[in-house]
């Protein structure tokens, strides 16, 4: 396996607590691309997380960034994937009886508590890392306990308060991960176009 010596991105936000937007929006950019490629050989994360997040040192190539903090994101952890045949079987009712769900409740999204796997799973997992990343804290820090974030995922539906300080593209594109119904959430791949992001170039 590839070593990461820098940790992971949950490290890093430890330490930062927060990190700038200018930093988020060169990471986000980062995890992006990551599950643009994982996406296209459809394959669904599930588990995306600042500890499924490593960080390597940068490329020759690539600049430093705004807070002097130029390393390079992978992401990692797969042992929760689900690819699309594992999908269509798990659909059928007949497969998977350890997991009523997949992921970690602060990232998880209302239809995947309820057991429904898709891409969008990840967008939404994003949505909270994002946010994560701005506050130095989990989308969810005002709820004490797991089961109270199942309970408000599952049965009010809601979706993690956007911070105020964000700037208006990124309220925009946290928007655009958090919708409550997965067929309104953007695809990875519309969000790489999203103003948040391209301001990152």
Request: proline share 7%; net charge negative.
């Given at each position: 396996?590839?070593?990461?010596?820098?940790?992971?991105?949950?490290?890093?936000?430890?330490?930062?607590?927060?990190?700038?937007?200018?930093?988020?929006?060169?990471?986000?950019?980062?995890?992006?691309?990551?599950?643009?490629?994982?996406?296209?050989?459809?394959?669904?994360?599930?588990?995306?997380?600042?500890?499924?997040?490593?960080?390597?040192?940068?490329?020759?190539?690539?600049?430093?960034?705004?807070?002097?903090?130029?390393?390079?994101?992978?992401?990692?952890?797969?042992?929760?994937?689900?690819?699309?045949?594992?999908?269509?079987?798990?659909?059928?009712?007949?497969?998977?009886?350890?997991?009523?769900?997949?992921?970690?409740?602060?990232?998880?999204?209302?239809?995947?508590?309820?057991?429904?796997?898709?891409?969008?799973?990840?967008?939404?997992?994003?949505?909270?890392l994002v946010i994560e990343m701005?506050?130095?804290?989990?989308?969810?820090?005002?709820?004490?306990?797991?089961?109270?974030?199942?309970?408000?995922?599952?049965?009010?539906?809601?979706?993690?308060?956007?911070?105020?300080?964000?700037s208006e593209e990124c309220g925009?594109?946290?928007?655009?991960?958090?919708?409550?119904?997965?067929?309104?959430?953007?695809?990875?791949?519309?969000?790489?176009?999203?103003?948040?992001?391209?301001?990152?170039?």
């Amino acid at each position: 396996m590839e070593f990461a010596p820098h940790g992971t991105l949950g490290t890093l936000i430890n330490i930062n607590n927060p990190l700038p937007e200018t930093l988020v929006r060169i990471y986000t950019r980062m995890i992006l691309k990551g599950l643009s490629y994982i996406h296209h050989k459809n394959i669904v994360h599930c588990d995306l997380k600042p500890e499924n997040i490593l960080l390597f040192p940068p490329s020759s190539s690539s600049s430093q960034s705004p807070s002097g903090e130029n390393f390079n994101l992978k992401i990692a952890d797969f042992g929760l994937a689900m690819t699309k045949e594992e999908k269509i079987i798990n659909d059928e009712g007949c497969c998977f009886p350890k997991f009523r769900f997949r992921g970690t409740p602060y990232y998880m999204s209302p239809e995947s508590v309820r057991g429904v796997i898709d891409a969008t799973l990840d967008v939404w997992s994003l949505g909270c890392l994002v946010i994560e990343m701005i506050i130095g804290m989990p989308a969810w820090w005002k709820l004490e306990t797991i089961e109270e974030v199942m309970f408000t995922l599952a049965m009010e539906r809601k979706s993690p308060e956007i911070p105020n300080s964000v700037s208006e593209e990124c309220g925009d594109f946290l928007r655009k991960c958090l919708v409550v119904d997965p067929r309104g959430r953007w695809t990875v791949d519309m969000l790489l176009n999203h103003p948040f992001i391209i301001l990152s170039d």
